[in-house]
């Protein structure tokens, strides 16, 4: 009997024993297999312990690391931190440089160490610098927010140029910054990079700071730097404060709040992720941005798209690219845990509120073209809405951007796309009766500027040839107009043009169709052409090409997001690093 126990007993512990393996192995399967290693110059203790209150909250749940770039000791603890990641089942390591700029002698420093361990095997992936992040500019935009409204001049102060030549290439970074983030012209933006210490040409560039700090009458100064902050009384700022003339004004603000950073971080990750070759495209969020009107109007495009929202993560953001609302589209999809978005501008030109939307996630300032002059007074759309809590009188701010931790990217504008072609050809034939008789008039809102109109006319002719050669070529003739539909004089000329075509096409038994080339809807030919007989087709939205359209530019806008935009390191400058000191 005892012994009839005993082995009961050890069946039951080595049963128990096999679950709690079991139940273990996903726990194991879930380590994650890339490794991120966050790299930022080591600023001294309370610099130090803000940086590493944002990495702890990026951190959770991944396999990260952060390594604080000292002087040549730090290559022995990059090397302690690899192994951590590794041990834990990293095969990738993602570098997230939390640098202001890639010439920072520093970041310099560690990418050669970084280079000879990819020599020995260890994958890597790169995200740019964090000042090349439109992020960044938001980060300075915000901060500017409290300058005096007064301030006509801005001079940004960088730290850690490792020579002559890195402190002019990170003076133009910190001058285009500028130009993103405030509403100045570029004549009134100047920047100053402080040396880091025992490098060449450092009193002379030190010399060159102080010039500039002490010219900076009526300016705003703002630090612009991960620089030494060992606590709040020895800090960067202390070694320039008393250079500043009177009527100066230093902003002495962090660089960025805690959650900024924990932004940055989750967004350059992200980045990188999308663009490796096992990345997963099926949680790339959409919104479909596109002219809005009353319940109806609206409910007909989203029942047009909503077999693709079980594809995709799906928000709508009807409006003029209206800041605000696209906005709300973007949070929508972040609470659907999408992992990157696309926004779908469903107009009828490509260039149709482009440069707006650009603007709002930030693509202009990554695109690497140069700032818009007048900075955020050159905000197209932006209809003045404020989307961040300040007003439009703050001052030399630039209008806020939307900031998100997804990678984002814009495509769209119907343009003369075969797609829609087909669709205005099947519109045409549903109310076509008699084709050899038939006259198509494809019509259009227009533009009041001439040359802008004329742009709409040749698009119609493009889709009118294209409507000849699949199909449409049994019709009598083809011919296209615009309404103009918002400018009275030429829309009262306009008009009667139609008029004539409509009656035209009437003679000999002939009949006008006229066939809108408009996103949704038919627009309002019925009282333009009151008393003339023409049939009356439908918009894109109302065939099933239009939801074939939208599903391929989300394509496109997916290979936009995984493009390859990571950056392997340049060589470093060859500096003398070994004596670098706070």
Same mark, same amino acid.
């Given at each position: 009997?005892?012994?009839?126990?005993?082995?009961?007993?050890?069946?039951?512990?080595?049963?128990?024993?096999?679950?709690?393996a079991v139940v273990a192995l996903p726990a194991a399967a879930q380590v994650?297999?890339?490794?991120?290693?966050?790299?930022?110059?080591?600023?001294?203790?309370?610099?130090?312990?803000?940086?590493?209150?944002?990495?702890?909250?990026?951190?959770?749940?991944?396999?990260?690391?952060?390594?604080?770039?000292?002087?040549?000791?730090?290559?022995?603890?990059?090397?302690?931190?690899?192994?951590?990641?590794?041990?834990?089942?990293?095969?990738?390591?993602?570098?997230?440089?939390?640098?202001?700029?890639?010439?920072?002698?520093?970041?310099?420093?560690?990418?050669?160490?970084?280079?000879?361990?990819?020599?020995?095997?260890?994958?890597?992936?790169?995200?740019?610098?964090?000042?090349?992040?439109?992020?960044?500019?938001?980060?300075?935009?915000?901060?500017?927010?409290?300058?005096?409204?007064?301030?006509?001049?801005?001079?940004?102060?960088?730290?850690?140029?490792?020579?002559? @030549?890195? #402190?002019?290439?990170?003076?133009?970074?910190?001058?285009?910054? %500028?130009? =993103? /983030? $405030?509403? *100045?012209?570029? +004549? &009134?933006?100047?920047?100053?990079?402080?040396?880091?210490?025992?490098?060449?040409?450092?009193?002379?560039?030190?010399?060159?700071?102080?010039?500039?700090?002490?010219?900076?009458?009526?300016?705003?100064?703002?630090?612009? @730097?991960? #620089?030494?902050?060992?606590?709040?009384?020895?800090?960067?700022? %202390?070694? =320039? /404060? $008393?250079? *500043?003339?009177? +009527? &100066?004004?230093?902003?002495?603000?962090?660089?960025?709040?805690?959650?900024?950073?924990?932004?940055?971080?989750?967004?350059?990750?992200?980045?990188?992720?999308?663009?490796?070759?096992?990345?997963?495209?099926?949680?790339?969020?959409?919104?479909?941005?596109?002219?809005?009107?009353?319940?109806?109007?609206?409910?007909?495009?989203?029942?047009?798209?909503?077999?693709?929202?079980?594809?995709?993560?799906?928000?709508?953001?009807?409006?003029?690219?209206?800041?605000?609302?696209?906005?709300?589209?973007?949070?929508?999809?972040?609470?659907?845990?999408?992992?990157?978005?696309?926004?779908?501008?469903?107009?009828?030109?490509?260039?149709?509120?482009?440069?707006?939307?650009?603007?709002?996630?930030?693509?202009?300032?990554?695109?690497?073209?140069?700032?818009?002059?007048?900075?955020?007074?050159?905000?197209?759309?932006?209809?003045?809405?404020?989307?961040?809590?300040?007003?439009?009188?703050?001052?030399?701010?630039?209008?806020?951007?939307?900031?998100?931790?997804?990678?984002?990217?814009?495509?769209?504008?119907?343009?003369?796309?075969?797609?829609?072609?087909?669709?205005?050809?099947?519109?045409?034939?549903?109310?076509?009766?008699?084709?050899?008789?038939?006259?198509?008039?494809?019509?259009?809102?227009?533009?009041?500027?001439?040359?802008?109109?004329?742009r709409w006319l040749d698009l119609l002719e493009s889709l009118a040839s294209?409507?000849?050669?699949?199909?449409?070529?049994?019709?009598?003739?083809?011919?296209?107009?615009?309404?103009?539909?918002?400018?009275?004089?030429?829309?009262?000329?306009?008009?009667?043009?139609?008029?004539?075509?409509?009656?035209?096409?009437?003679?000999?038994?002939?009949?006008?169709?006229?066939v809108p080339a408009r996103i949704n809807g038919r627009g309002a030919a019925?009282?333009?052409?009151?008393?003339?007989?023409?049939?009356?087709?439908?918009?894109?939205?109302?065939?099933?090409?239009?939801?074939?359209?939208?599903?391929?530019?989300?394509?496109?806008?997916?290979?936009?997001?995984?493009?390859?935009?990571?950056?392997?390191?340049?060589?470093?400058?060859?500096?003398?690093?070994?004596?670098?000191?706070?």
């Amino acid at each position: 009997m005892v012994l009839s126990q005993s082995r009961w007993l050890r069946s039951l512990v080595a049963v128990l024993f096999l679950i709690v393996a079991v139940v273990a192995l996903p726990a194991a399967a879930q380590v994650p297999a890339n490794g991120v290693l966050v790299i930022t110059p080591d600023r001294g203790f309370l610099g130090n312990a803000e940086i590493g209150d944002a990495f702890r909250t990026f951190a959770q749940g991944r396999n990260a690391e952060l390594l604080y770039v000292t002087d040549a000791r730090s290559e022995a603890v990059l090397d302690t931190r690899l192994a951590a990641l590794r041990a834990r089942g990293a095969r990738t390591v993602t570098v997230l440089p939390l640098f202001v700029s890639a010439q920072e002698a520093r970041w310099q420093q560690a990418q050669g160490w970084l280079q000879a361990r990819q020599a020995q095997g260890v994958t890597m992936a790169y995200a740019k610098p964090y000042g090349a992040s439109y992020l960044a500019v938001e980060d300075l935009s915000a901060r500017l927010r409290d300058a005096s409204a007064h301030g006509q001049r801005l001079l940004l102060l960088g730290y850690g140029a490792g020579s002559a @030549a890195a #402190a002019e290439a990170m003076r133009s970074e910190l001058r285009r910054m %500028g130009g =993103f /983030a $405030s509403t *100045l012209a570029p +004549d &009134a933006i100047d920047a100053t990079v402080y040396p880091e210490r025992r490098v060449p040409d450092a009193e002379a560039l030190r010399a060159r700071f102080s010039a500039a700090v002490r010219a900076a009458q009526g300016a705003v100064v703002v630090p612009v @730097a991960l #620089a030494p902050r060992a606590d709040t009384m020895m800090e960067f700022t %202390g070694w =320039f /404060a $008393s250079d *500043l003339p009177k +009527d &100066a004004q230093l902003l002495a603000s962090p660089l960025a709040t805690t959650d900024a950073l924990v932004q940055w971080m989750q967004r350059a990750f992200a980045q990188v992720a999308l663009q490796q070759p096992a990345a997963d495209s099926s949680r790339i969020g959409v919104v479909a941005l596109t002219h809005g009107a009353d319940w109806f109007w609206n409910d007909a495009i989203e029942q047009a798209l909503a077999p693709l929202a079980s594809r995709h993560p799906l928000a709508f953001a009807f409006s003029m690219a209206d800041p605000p609302t696209v906005d709300r589209a973007v949070r929508e999809l972040e609470r659907a845990n999408a992992q990157a978005v696309v926004v779908v501008r469903a107009f009828g030109m490509a260039d149709s509120f482009r440069s707006d939307v650009d603007r709002m996630l930030g693509l202009d300032v990554e695109s690497g073209a140069a700032p818009a002059a007048h900075g955020g007074h050159a905000m197209g759309g932006m209809h003045g809405m404020d989307m961040g809590g300040h007003g439009m009188e703050a001052g030399i701010a630039a209008a806020p951007r939307i900031r998100s931790a997804l990678p984002m990217a814009t495509v769209g504008g119907v343009d003369a796309d075969p797609l829609f072609a087909r669709a205005l050809l099947a519109n045409a034939l549903s109310v076509s009766t008699d084709p050899a008789r038939e006259t198509i008039i494809l019509t259009a809102h227009g533009q009041g500027e001439d040359a802008a109109n004329q742009r709409w006319l040749d698009l119609l002719e493009s889709l009118a040839s294209q409507m000849r050669a699949i199909g449409g070529d049994h019709f009598h003739a083809f011919r296209v107009a615009t309404w103009r539909e918002d400018w009275p004089d030429k829309n009262k000329l306009a008009v009667a043009q139609v008029r004539a075509m409509v009656e035209e096409a009437g003679r000999d038994g002939g009949r006008a169709l006229v066939v809108p080339a408009r996103i949704n809807g038919r627009g309002a030919a019925d009282r333009y052409l009151a008393g003339l007989d023409f049939g009356w087709s439908q918009g894109f939205v109302q065939t099933p090409y239009f939801a074939q359209w939208f599903e391929k530019e989300i394509g496109k806008g997916r290979e936009v997001l995984q493009a390859p935009a990571a950056v392997e390191p340049a060589a470093p400058a060859a500096v003398d690093h070994s004596h670098m000191q706070h």
